[in-house]
């Protein structure tokens, strides 16, 4: 009795710590070579493809107007444009911009596979032009991501012109 009773428990400690470990391991390892497999399909689809979606997107930025993604040959380049198009947006929204600053270098970083130009702005206008504003750059183009967004009533500003701060980061393509 004692004896299939050890028995018994040996069994279940195995099963529990040694054959339940492995099965969930070598499950997740299967997991993880579908998860693999398809990855490599999907990237081969694209680079069989590469041609295709070429056309397609200089078709796309050709119908359009206007480029999405900031390009230039040097982030310098690229980040001239990007000051050009938020100018262009303040001055159609009739907000007045004080500072734009672009830090010299662009952030890598590992959520995109674009390097992005960070810039920082501050302006006065009155809240219909802020709101255009913030309606152009979301809608506009170049694409814009905004990290931080400050709006602050200022007193020493006459006629309920509010003070925005911002702090933007532009994906862009240096070729």
């Given at each position: 009795m004692i004896a299939v009773g050890l028995t018994i428990v040996i069994a279940a400690l195995l099963v529990r710590f040694a054959i339940v470990p492995f099965v969930t391991r070598w499950n997740a390892r299967g997991d993880m070579i579908a998860f693999s497999a398809d990855r490599i399909a999907r990237m081969r689809d694209l680079i069989a493809d590469d041609s295709r979606l070429r056309a397609a997107l200089g078709s796309s930025e050709n119908a359009g107007g206007s480029r999405r993604l900031v390009a230039g040959r040097t982030t310098a380049l690229a980040g001239s444009a990007?000051?050009?198009?938020?100018?262009?947006?303040?001055?159609?929204?009739r907000v007045t911009i004080n500072r734009l600053d672009l830090a010299g270098t662009p952030d890598s970083t590992a959520d995109s596979s674009l390097p992005s130009i960070p810039v920082t702005i501050s302006a006065v206008?009155?809240?219909?032009?802020?709101?255009?504003?913030?309606s152009a750059l979301q809608y506009g183009s170049p694409v814009v991501r905004v990290k931080q967004l400050t709006v602050v009533s200022n007193s020493s500003l006459r006629g309920g012109l509010l003070q925005i701060s911002l702090q933007l980061s532009v994906p862009a393509v240096v070729e």
């Open positions: 990007v000051q050009a198009a938020i100018q262009s947006d303040a001055d159609r929204s206008g009155d809240v219909y032009g802020l709101s255009d504003f913030l």
